[in-house]
């Protein structure tokens, strides 16, 4: 029987295939009523969905960031850590960067619960 994903991980796939297709509803309905995200963009957090989408909203009328999700870690207490390939563009199509990043998710009750931006551990031990 071949390895199925865990719950976790599905729902964090569906989140970053919203959040790139711009659904936020989608992304939003995904999270707790206490989610607490960064605002990476602008600096400091946002609490709450309603929070989140206005600063999605605003960052989207700023700059057009993609996440495509290469690996997932599942970590202690309900936390996963996903490498990202992030590319950001302004709204010319101009990329402004291009990179791996982590993100740290806590899941509580299925939900998105909170999401920090993080290094990735390094991959080259010893090097």
Not at 60 to 81: C, M, R, T, Y
């Amino acid at each position: 029987m071949p390895d199925q994903p865990a719950p976790e991980i599905e729902l964090l796939r569906a989140a970053y295939a919203a959040f790139n297709a711009r659904d936020i509803d989608v992304v939003l309905a995904l999270m707790t009523p206490d989610v607490h995200w960064p605002k990476a963009f602008k600096g400091g957090f946002a609490h709450g969905p309603e929070a989140v989408r206005t600063y999605w909203t605003e960052q989207w009328s700023e700059i057009n960031p993609h996440v495509n999700p290469i690996a997932f870690q599942p970590e202690d207490a309900g936390k996963i850590l996903v490498e990202v390939h992030q590319v950001v563009r302004d709204l010319a199509g101009v990329v402004l960067a291009d990179e791996h990043v982590g993100h740290r998710f806590t899941i509580e009750r299925g939900l998105i619960q909170s999401m920090e931006v993080c290094p990735l551990p390094s991959s080259d031990l010893g090097a």
